[in-house]
């Protein structure tokens, strides 16, 4: 252990002794060790309870040690409550200090005490006021200069990177090809996260980067366990681009990327269950319960392209899936399975053309669109009737979005659903810029720097 590192034992040590003789709380102080040639000493406590002769020169200390705020930012975050305001301000936006105690069902005063603390550290900020009939009330959020955060999709051929600050605000942005194999593909997006740093002001704090990725992805979001649109079968891509960009990498399914989108800086910001069905050349499922996404037992929750629903559904004989079974959903509703069909009765392979042949009547596109739409129109009643979630998203290309498939699938789920389940305000059609996939990637990244989860 080195000079310095035997220092920081002492210190701390001495630092745990002064906390139990005053009887505070200090949760947990782990001892100081080396990562990645880093030195990183972790200390988790209750900062409510922690007394600024303690906190102080602790911080000094170690800035001196470890030189430098960028370091200190990666290393002292607060936890307990403060950690859950600033969870809270995350994913609600600006908020007044009674918001937030009657939201965490804490006394104003203490709440008051802890924002202090975090405004000193230049974690949050006051950013605006509320009229009030006795004196307006300041609105606080998370501070836009405290950390940047990088976004990186794979969702499309060409890729698209952000980097956003923690209220959402896009920072610079910057588009590329994924590449055909996977070394291209690293060294793509490591330069693409050179140009966006390149864009932002000196003296930007980028603290981590998500990734949104076609993909079954691992539980701990840093194994790609297999992509059959990126060909990537158990790459460790956080390891690989953490060690290209030097910053921790989160990667994530695209769909779930695009569900943290929407529940930290878009319409379902306050809605704790939805779900977001993303109709592509595959087909991919988010749910969100209570605010976060729902991952399952390893990760592999929203694979609803390989519900067999065409078996029943459709009068043709199913055919082979991807995955290796026959019928599932996406053989069906893709995109790519739509131009397939349309190309078998000499219709132009053309989601435009087929949608303008159907709203003229044109039979075998009709029949086309029906078909992909009640397949897709079972699959969303099922998940209204197992799941009760206040939206369904359903993304689509932009061609289909006012016409012969959104009326049959609308009309299929009406049909369809328990009477008492039926509210037509359930269903949200939309078509998605391709950056949205980028933001809610920077989105997860700051979820897991800020307060570790999502
Ligand atoms: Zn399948």
């Known amino acids: 252990m080195s000079v310095a590192a035997k220092d920081a034992v002492a210190f701390i040590a001495e630092i745990q002794l002064v906390a139990m003789s005053r009887r505070r709380f200090v949760h947990h102080i782990t001892r100081p060790h080396l990562t990645r040639g ?92 509320v009229p009030s009939s006795r004196r307006p009330s300041s609105l606080l959020r998370l501070h836009p200069k405290y950390a940047s955060f990088i976004g990186i999709s794979l969702h499309n051929r060409e890729a698209s990177a952000v980097v956003i600050d923690p209220n959402g605000t896009v920072l610079a942005k910057t588009f590329f090809e994924r590449g055909d194999d996977y070394e291209t593909s690293i060294r793509r997006i490591s330069e693409a996260v050179t140009t966006l740093k390149n864009e932002c002001p000196s003296g930007t704090n980028f603290a981590a980067v998500g990734m949104a ?39 994530e399914n695209d769909t ?9 800086f878009g319409g379902m910001r306050h809605i704790p269950a939805f779900v977001v069905i993303a109709v592509g050349d595959g087909i991919g499922v988010a749910y969100t319960i209570d605010g976060s996404v729902h991952h399952g037992e390893h990760g592999g929750a929203g694979e609803l392209a390989h519900l067999p629903v065409a078996r029943s559904l459709s009068e043709e004989a199913p055919r082979p899936c991807r995955c290796g079974n026959k019928g599932c959903l996406e053989t069906v509703s893709s995109s790519q399975a739509i131009r397939a069909r349309a190309k078998e009765v000499s219709l132009p392979p053309n989601i435009h053309l087929i949608s303008t042949k159907a709203r003229e009547g044109d039979p075998e596109a009709l029949r086309i669109l029906h078909t992909a739409a009640n397949s897709l129109g079972y699959a969303a009643a099922s998940l209204i009737q197992i799941l009760d979630p206040r939206h369904i998203i359903i993304a689509i290309e932009d061609d289909l979005l006012h016409g012969v498939f ?35 990637a920077a989105g997860l990244a700051s979820r897991k720097h800020l307060f570790r989860s999502y």
């Open 406 to 440: 959104t009326a049959a699938l609308r009309q299929f789920v009406e049909q369809n659903l328990m009477p008492s389940f039926n509210r037509p305000e359930r269903l949200k059609f939309t078509c998605y810029d391709s950056l949205v996939w980028a933001i809610g």
């Open 256 to 264: 779930n990327a695009l569900a943290v989108y929407e529940s930290m």
């Open 38 to 129: 880093l030195f990183r000493v972790q200390y988790i406590f209750d900062l409510e309870l922690i007394s600024h002769k303690i906190l102080y020169p602790l911080n000094k200390f170690l800035r001196e040690l470890i030189g430098g705020s960028k370091a200190m930012n990666e290393t002292v975050f607060p936890d307990g409550i403060a950690r859950n305001i600033v969870a809270l301000l995350a994913r609600q936006g600006g908020m007044t200090r009674s918001d937030i105690a009657s939201s965490l069902q804490l006394s104003k005063g203490r709440v008051s005490v802890i924002t202090g603390h975090l405004m000193s550290q230049g974690i949050i900020e006051e950013y605006a006021y």
């Open 213 to 251: 990725l076609p993909a079954y992805v691992s539980m701990d979001k840093q194994v790609c366990i297999t992509s059959s649109v990126l060909g990537w079968d158990n790459r460790d891509v956080s390891t690989a681009i953490s060690k290209e960009v030097g910053l921790p990498v989160f990667v």
